[in-house]
């Protein structure tokens, strides 16, 4: 039965001083490099995983961790797809505002809804650009999104990159963010709208998902 493995990128800059990151592009921290190379040595110890794709954002903290991960589980040989259907969810204006302000600013019941909820969207902020967009056909970029909106640009990629090949019983890794991975459990756990809004995902903790050929879950597992 294919192995899809889930990891959250390790601490980042951005994490440790807690504001929000969305689509800007930060580096690990010592403390998250340290995280991603754990990572990468509990999926070691996985005897039946052999991951034939490793698909990541084109965020750096992803693909930092991604490349840590490869290098420690000895997958280093695995092809590495990156595209920004995986990036983290747009946060429009609170990008780079500390989050503790941000309860101060908007209330703590807004802040709340617009980091947990599915359908809520923070307000609109700027579009990032540059050339990690350039080779995409992209029909806008957003400038805010809700969880939703977050699932539904990945979901695509998922279908067509990572699901296809676990019919065919290839075991797949992904190495994504907080939201963008929230949106894809919801999905595969069939999550509720209300229920999402106390799924959390840590930094670089592997979530290992056991499928059957049809691709129901037949087991859950987080490595420790």
Not at 9 to 26: K, L
Not at 83 to 98: F, M, S
Not at 187 to 208: C, G, H, W, Y
Request: glycine share 6%; aromatic share 8%; proline share 5%.
């Amino acid at each position: 039965m294919p192995k899809l493995v889930l990891i959250r990128h390790g601490e980042s800059i951005a994490n440790f001083s807690n504001v929000y990151t969305g689509w800007n592009d930060v580096e690990l921290t010592a403390r998250g490099i340290r995280q991603a190379q754990t990572a990468g040595e509990l999926i070691a110890g996985l005897s039946d995983f052999e991951p034939t794709c490793i698909h990541t954002s084109v965020l750096k903290r992803a693909i930092m961790t991604a490349n840590i991960v490869a290098a420690a589980s000895d997958f280093l040989y695995v092809p590495i797809m990156k595209t920004w259907r995986l990036n983290e969810r747009h946060y429009g204006k609170l990008r780079g505002l500390n989050k503790e302000a941000s309860r101060v600013i908007f209330g703590e019941e807004q802040v709340l809804e617009w980091r947990r909820g599915f359908y809520a969207i923070p307000p609109a902020g700027e579009p990032v650009s540059g050339r990690a967009y350039h080779n995409y056909d992209m029909p806008s970029l957003p400038r805010a999104e809700s969880l939703y909106q977050t699932q539904q640009r990945l979901l695509p990629y998922y279908q067509d990159c990572v699901a296809n090949r676990l019919l065919q019983g290839e075991d797949q890794l992904i190495v994504a963010h907080g939201s963008s991975l929230r949106a894809l459990i919801k999905k595969l756990e069939k999550i509720s709208d209300t229920a999402i809004v106390q799924v959390e995902v840590p930094n670089a903790e592997p979530l290992v998902y056991t499928m059957d050929q049809q691709l129901r879950l037949v087991n859950r597992e987080i490595l420790h």
